[in-house]
């Protein structure tokens, strides 16, 4: 990722170091942008406890808590003890997958929450696309070739628009990657809604083995 910058004049996040024709003043640099983002990842999605967090039904925390949890609860704190709620507001502004939802003071995942924390959000149906995509490695192609796929300890299976994306989501767990092609009418045959997560994201309930259509490689 790239660093961070915020404009001198406009107070933008801006990931371009010269903003309305000055030098940017930078808040971020890559490592501790792509730390930071991890970590709010795992906090919203999967333990908010571990840093002390109050999380309501529909995923909402405190900014000023999840800043203050980082710096003084989380079990790594000594770490993170520069990290300011601007940080966290520029890291949701400028994800480049959307992964998070700003609102009146709070912030939340808009979607990959663990089965457990019993978050319920509202998402737009998706009734347009046509073809969406799903990586994963190649040992698990036996099982989701029979059975279909499953959101297993998610609440929903994650499909994405194009076939890079979901060759990079594919990565985090192996090196040998495929990418199964989604037939998105012919999951909406079997009764199942298409939702909206993010500009990229689709989530479903579960994809019908019948509506992979084709198993493709990822680019070397």
């Known amino acids: ?26 808040i971020l640099d890559s ?13 919203l999605r999967h333990d908010p406890s571990a840093a002390g967090l109050s999380m309501d039904r529909e995923g909402w925390v405190s900014i000023k808590e999840l800043a203050e949890g980082i710096r003084s609860r989380w079990r790594n704190a ?5 990290v300011r709620e601007e940080h966290i507001v520029a890291i949701a502004l400028l994800d480049p997958k ?12 808009r ?32 099982s989701i070739l029979k059975e279909g796929i499953k959101p297993m300890n998610r609440h929903y299976v994650h499909l994405t628009l194009n076939i890079d994306d979901a060759c990079t989501v594919g990565k985090r767990h192996g090196d040998d990657v495929v990418v199964l092609l989604v037939d998105a009418w012919c999951v909406r045959s079997q009764g199942i809604d298409i939702l909206i997560a993010s500009r990229q994201v689709r989530l479903v309930s579960y994809v019908p083995p019948q509506c992979i259509k084709r198993v493709l490689s990822c680019k070397a």
């Open 1 to 26: 990722m790239k660093p961070i910058y915020k404009c001198r004049i406009c107070g933008a996040y801006v990931e371009d170091p010269m903003h309305c024709g000055t030098k940017a003043e930078m």
């Open 31 to 43: 490592s501790r942008r792509v730390a930071l983002s991890k970590l709010m990842s795992f906090l």
């Open 78 to 82: 000594s770490l993170y003890r520069w």
């Open 98 to 109: 959307g992964r998070f939802e700003l609102r009146d003071g709070m912030i939340r995942a």
């Open 111 to 142: 979607y990959g929450h663990n089965k457990r924390l019993c978050v319920s959000i509202k998402y737009p149906k998706d009734v347009n696309s046509g073809y969406l995509y799903h990586g994963t490695v190649r040992r698990n192609l036996a």
